[in-house]
Every structure is written in structure tokens, then in C-alpha cells.
């Protein structure tokens, strides 16, 4: 379970790199693989917001999907290898929403900063303001 979430924020975080970067330098074959990794995501390039938020709800689960029906993210605790931990959002956090599909955003923490490598997933909007 944790290589498919690790498979999937893998998958969100080269796609929404190559967005940002728009290299016209990138070779074909990279071009071709950051568009089916794109095409995977309900976020398809035409949602795509960039916005800084803030969380408005405690212990706000973040999931691998948009919807209650995808999994929680989890992340190894940085204390014990192996344990692993459901990534969880607090009143006050920053984050920036990536994109949006319906009542969900795909955010990315930015506040604290300890936590923007494995704080990645969808969040409901009501949360967020």
C-alpha cells in the first residue's frame, strides 16, 4: 500500500514539475511520458490553479484521489522507519492548490516546511479558504 501512494505522489509531483518547467529543450520521449503521467490525473492542464490557501479545519485527511473513496496519504514517521503515519492537515497550514476537480483540491503543503515532501494529496475545498 505504501509503494502504490509512493508510486502516485511520485507520479503528481514529475507531472507538476514538467508543467512548471515547460522546457522546450526536454527531449520527445520526456515530453510523451509527462503527458500520460498528466492524463492520468483528473487534472488534465485545464484546472491547473497555483494557488496559495490556507487550511480551515482540523485533522483534515489528505487523500491519494479527489473523493472519500481514495485512500488516506501516509508517510514513514522521520522518528521510527517503521511506522507509518496518516498525513493530516491543521488549522492554519499553507498550502498550494495544484489544481481542483469539483469539491477537490490537489494541494501541496508550503507551511510548515517539514512537511511539503510528504504532505501531497487531495483535500476537500470546504477546508481550505
Known amino acids: 500500500m505504501a509503494l502504490v501512494v509512493a508510486v502516485h505522489l511520485l507520479m503528481i509531483f514529475v507531472a507538476l514539475m514538467d508543467y512548471q518547467t515547460m522546457d522546450p529543450t526536454l527531449s520527445k520521449e520526456k515530453k510523451e511520458e509527462s503527458v500520460v503521467a498528466k492524463s492520468e490525473s483528473p ?10 490557501r490556507e487550511v480551515v479545519g482540523d485533522r483534515v485527511n489528505l487523500r491519494v484521489g479527489p473523493g472519500t473513496t ?11 522507519a517503521d511506522q507509518e503515519l496518516v498525513a493530516r492537515l491543521e ?8 489544481c481542483v476537480s469539483g469539491g477537490w483540491a490537489r494541494v501541496m503543503v508550503e507551511r510548515p516546511a517539514r512537511y511539503n515532501e510528504s504532505h501531497q ?8 479558504q
Open 91 to 98: 488549522s492554519g497550514m499553507r498550502v498550494v492548490e495544484q
Open 70 to 80: 481514495f485512500e488516506r496519504v501516509t508517510y514513514v514517521n522521520p522518528n521510527d
Open 121 to 128: 494529496g487531495w483535500v476537500a475545498r470546504e477546508y481550505l
Open 43 to 52: 487534472c488534465d492542464g485545464k484546472d491547473l490553479t497555483g494557488k496559495n
